[in-house]
């Protein structure tokens, strides 16, 4: 749990710039609907990687500051992962810290650190030893990034990008690691205050 820590506290601190601290932003509450594709790396030889195309839903809700807890839930699916001629689906649940950068511009640059599970079905899962395949897993699960928002009105925002570094561990034939990228964009809603 000490790495889980260390990422968390690493990947906030490029995040916390003096001038972003010393503004007084209205923190918002915010509902986000996103067109996602995640890059995906299957197992065994080299990369063999693909794109699975989803879509994210998530709530941020503010907490102190420039900070918000946010919780996401996203799902990708794939016909067919290349060499094994089975499709995969993921479902993401995650929660977390979000900060945002003020500005006082039309864009609003944030980060955010999430963590969580997932739970793949619709695929083929090595089981472990001693152990029949199974068609569906379930792991943990991480998401850190950030991405900007564009203003159309004092409600609605673009998200123009958002770019997340995605980590999981399902079962697979090498080490039981995905390391991946996921990048999205959509609209959202945003509630503010007088």
Not at 94 to 106: A, F
Not at 110 to 116: I, K, P, T
Not at 153 to 176: K, M, P, T
Not at 178 to 191: C, D, K, L
Request: net charge positive; hydrophobic share 40%.
């Amino acid at each position: 749990m000490n790495t889980l820590k260390r990422i968390f506290v690493y990947a906030l601190l490029p995040l916390l710039p003096p001038a972003a601290l010393a503004q007084k932003p209205k923190n918002t509450l915010d509902a986000t609907v996103m067109f996602t594709e995640l890059r995906a790396n299957a197992p065994v030889s080299g990369c063999g990687c693909f794109w699975m195309s989803g879509g994210t839903g998530e709530i941020a809700i503010p907490i102190w500051g420039n900070f918000s807890a946010v919780a996401q839930v996203n799902g990708q699916r794939t016909g067919n992962i290349p060499d094994f001629n089975v499709g995969l689906s993921l479902l993401n649940g995650l929660g977390g810290l979000r900060m945002r950068v003020p500005t006082h511009t039309l864009l609003q640059p944030y980060g955010q650190v999430l963590f969580g599970g997932v739970h793949g079905f619709d695929s083929y899962f090595p089981g472990p030893v001693g152990k029949l395949p199974t068609s569906y897993d379930t792991s943990f699960a991480m998401a850190i990034g950030g991405g900007v928002d564009l203003a159309v009105s004092r409600h609605i925002w673009i998200r123009a990008v958002q770019a997340d570094y995605h980590y999981s561990e399902l079962r697979n034939l090498q080490g039981n690691r995905q390391n991946q990228f996921r990048i999205g964009a959509g609209i959202v809603f945003r509630v503010t205050g007088k």
